[in-house]
């Protein structure tokens, strides 16, 4: 079959490098579709979205959703569980039973791995997928690093005994079988490489870009020494626990996701995850994905270059896109040494750079390139990314386009893209109640940031719950 010529204003666009003059409007004129194209996701009937929720899981969604919306009781809960209260057993036994029965049911999909199985089989009855999320985070010796791997080994052996498509992704974070002091340090020598590309890391392996000319390097302002032959070993170790992880998921056929970090820590995850999809992404399945962080200045640039090198190794690539989680830190940390900060100026400006990154890897995949997962709880962009792959002739469960949210938030938008007929899948983090509390406070201060998205899913919960109580639909 002849493979498919991307349009030639769209190689114009994306053949320059991303921080030419070429304006975003113009990048957006050429990605948007007809205004008709847009109704292709139904968000407006109701019913039609919410038809495989039961009742009572609706009513809590909205008081939860409600809850993480209210400011005042976010930081109250916020305060409480980084407060010494958490100290005193028994008020943190009360505490942990309180979060299980609200937050942590709403947003996760259980304690155990059977729990978690059983999460994914009601969502998959929905007509949704579950990425599995062992919710282990950053680790500082070796010792819990390997602890870690085995919990992922055991999450991707488990999700082969569940209903065959019902698992897309199993998720993992390098800063779990790493430990965080030493990929700070691989991320300074990366850096320092970037400077000057004479200074010498015996330990590199063979990787796809890492930065761009716009990239930030501030974190790295002097000439870092040289790995130690301990740290040299540690990153050995490391290396080969992502190896064993990789290997089984190539054995398993479960594509592997790895997580981004912030800036400081990226250049290192970019490295190990490069590094590892050369060596296990073949013939044409892409089995390890990266993330790109769209709030990023840089972000365009370094997917379109990690893309076109891996297509000249002929390493077929599959990436997450994600606005980004950590606005906060990383402008606080570029100004503390007088830079500006690596996020875009304004959330048009990350909107219209995650539409861009989204065109492009459309493109990609219609010309038999590349894979995507679309992770994004904005509807704007969900319902552009959706008419554009329509526009692209992309067909329907087309196993390189994935749309994907986090299990308890926007509800609506994933139910809406599988109504017209996409892959979509939940975020379903899993672990003990303290393990994924990290976690669950990212989601608290995310929400805040979504609150217009929360707000919609609230609505339209709420005017079905109503035509429910009106039609006397309490059986289901």
């Not at 190990?272 to 990266?290: C, E, L, M, Q, W």
Request: aromatic share 8%; hydrophobic share 40%; glycine share 6%.
């Amino acid at each position: 079959m002849a493979r498919r010529l991307l349009p030639a204003t769209t190689l114009r666009l994306f053949n320059r490098r991303f921080n030419s003059t070429v304006s975003t409007a113009t990048v957006l004129q050429t990605l948007k579709p007809e205004p008709a194209a847009l109704t292709i996701v139904d968000l407006d009937d109701h019913r039609k979205l919410f038809a495989s929720v039961s009742t009572s899981k609706l009513l809590r969604s909205s008081i939860n959703l409600g809850l993480t919306s209210n400011e005042t009781f976010v930081d109250f809960g916020m305060w409480v569980m980084n407060s010494r209260l958490m100290e005193t057993s028994l008020v943190r036994d009360v505490i942990l039973k309180t979060v299980k029965h609200t937050m942590f049911e709403h947003f996760c999909a259980g304690e155990t791995t059977e729990e978690a199985g059983e999460c994914v089989r009601k969502i998959h009855d929905a007509g949704l997928r579950g990425m599995l999320v062992y919710a282990v985070e950053h680790t500082s010796d070796n010792t819990g690093c390997d602890r870690n791997l085995e919990g992922f080994l055991r999450c991707v052996e488990f999700s082969k005994s569940l209903p065959p498509s019902s698992v897309s992704f199993v998720i993992a974070k390098i800063t779990a079988i790493c430990p965080i002091s030493l990929l700070r340090r691989v991320s300074d020598l990366l850096r320092w490489q970037y400077k000057d590309p004479s200074f010498n890391l015996p330990w590199k392996l063979h990787t796809l870009p890492i930065f761009s000319t716009s990239s930030p390097l501030y974190h790295t302002l002097q000439k870092p020494p040289p790995l130690t032959p301990e740290e040299e070993l540690d990153l050995e170790l490391a290396h080969q626990r992502l190896q064993k992880l990789c290997q089984k998921c190539v054995q398993e056929n479960m594509p592997l996701l790895i997580d981004a970090e912030d800036t400081s820590l990226q250049p290192a995850i970019d490295y190990f995850t490069y590094s590892s999809a050369i060596k296990h992404n073949r013939d044409g399945n892409p089995i390890v994905y990266g993330t790109v962080q769209a709030y990023l200045k840089d972000a365009k640039e370094r997917l379109f270059m990690a893309s076109k090198a891996a297509e000249k190794l002929g390493v077929p690539m599959g990436f997450k896109l994600v606005r980004g989680a950590y606005m906060s830190s990383e402008t606080e940390s570029a100004s503390s040494l007088g830079y500006d900060s690596p996020i875009h100026n304004s959330i048009d400006e990350t909107h219209a750079c995650y539409n861009d990154c989204a065109g492009f890897m459309l493109e990609r995949i219609a010309n038999g390139n590349d894979a995507v997962v679309f992770a994004t709880h904005n509807i704007d962009s969900g319902k552009l990314a959706a008419s554009r792959a329509r526009n692209l002739g992309i067909q329907k469960g087309n196993r390189r386009l994935e749309f994907a949210q986090l299990y308890g938030m926007s509800d609506a938008l994933s139910f809406g893209l599988r109504n017209a007929g996409f892959q979509v899948s939940k975020y379903l983090p899993y672990g003990p109640v303290d393990m994924v509390m990290p976690y669950l406070l990212r989601r608290a201060e995310e929400n805040r940031g979504l609150l217009s998205t929360s707000n919609i899913d609230r609505v339209l919960i709420w005017k079905e719950l109503k035509r429910r109580i009106k039609s006397l639909e309490f059986g289901r």
